[in-house]
C-alpha cells in the first residue's frame, strides 16, 4: 500500500466566531496525519478555541489597517474587504514559497447578500490544482468544483435533494 504524503492545509476564517469549529477541523486533519496552519480574519473579537499561527493583527497590517480602525469606522463589509486583502496577501506568499498544499474556508457572506466571504475570494486567486475545500464552493462548472455529485457539502451537488 502507498503511504501519502503529509499535507499542509490552511485553515483561513473568523476565528472569533467559528475557532471552535476550526479547531474540530484542525484536530480531524491532523488525526489522519496532515499538518494545519491558520490564519484568522476576524474583526469583532479575539480568535475562540483555536490559537491562529497567523492572527488577524497580522492580516490587517497587510492590508494596510489595523482591527482596530476597522472596528471603529464601523462597516463590516469593508472591514471584510480589507481583512480579505491582507489575507490574499499572506496566503499567496505562503502557496509562493509552498508551504501549504490546500486551504479550507467555512465563511458566510458576512450579512451582505450576493457577497462571497473573504475565503472564497483567495480561493478563486489560488493557482489550478491547489486543493480548495469550503462551504462556499464556485458552480459546478467553474474549475474549483470537483464536478457534481463529488461534493457532499455542496447544494447544487447533493444528489439528495
Not at 476565528?15 to 496525519?33: F, N
Not at 482596530?68 to 509562493?96: F, I, K, N, P, T
Request: hydrophobic residues 35%; contains cysteine; glycine residues 14%.
Amino acid at each position: 500500500m502507498l503511504m501519502q504524503q503529509p499535507k499542509q492545509l490552511l485553515l483561513i476564517g473568523t476565528l472569533d466566531t467559528k475557532g471552535e469549529d476550526y479547531a474540530y477541523v484542525r484536530d480531524l486533519v491532523v488525526a489522519r496525519g496532515h499538518r494545519v496552519v491558520t490564519v484568522d480574519i476576524g474583526v469583532a473579537g479575539e480568535p475562540a478555541g483555536i490559537a491562529p499561527n497567523w492572527d488577524a493583527d497580522e492580516v490587517a497590517r497587510r492590508a494596510g489597517a489595523s482591527r482596530e480602525a476597522l472596528r471603529a469606522a464601523g462597516d463590516r463589509g469593508r472591514a471584510l474587504a480589507a481583512m480579505a486583502e491582507g489575507a490574499m496577501e499572506l496566503v499567496m506568499e505562503l502557496h509562493r514559497q509552498g508551504r501549504i498544499d490546500g486551504i479550507l474556508g467555512m465563511g458566510g457572506t458576512g450579512g451582505h447578500l450576493g457577497h462571497r466571504s473573504g475565503d472564497a475570494q483567495i480561493a478563486d486567486r489560488l493557482p489550478q490544482g491547489t486543493g480548495v475545500y469550503g462551504s462556499q464552493r464556485r458552480h459546478p462548472a467553474d474549475r474549483w468544483h470537483p464536478g457534481c455529485g463529488a461534493d457532499p457539502f455542496c447544494r447544487r451537488c447533493r444528489r439528495d435533494q
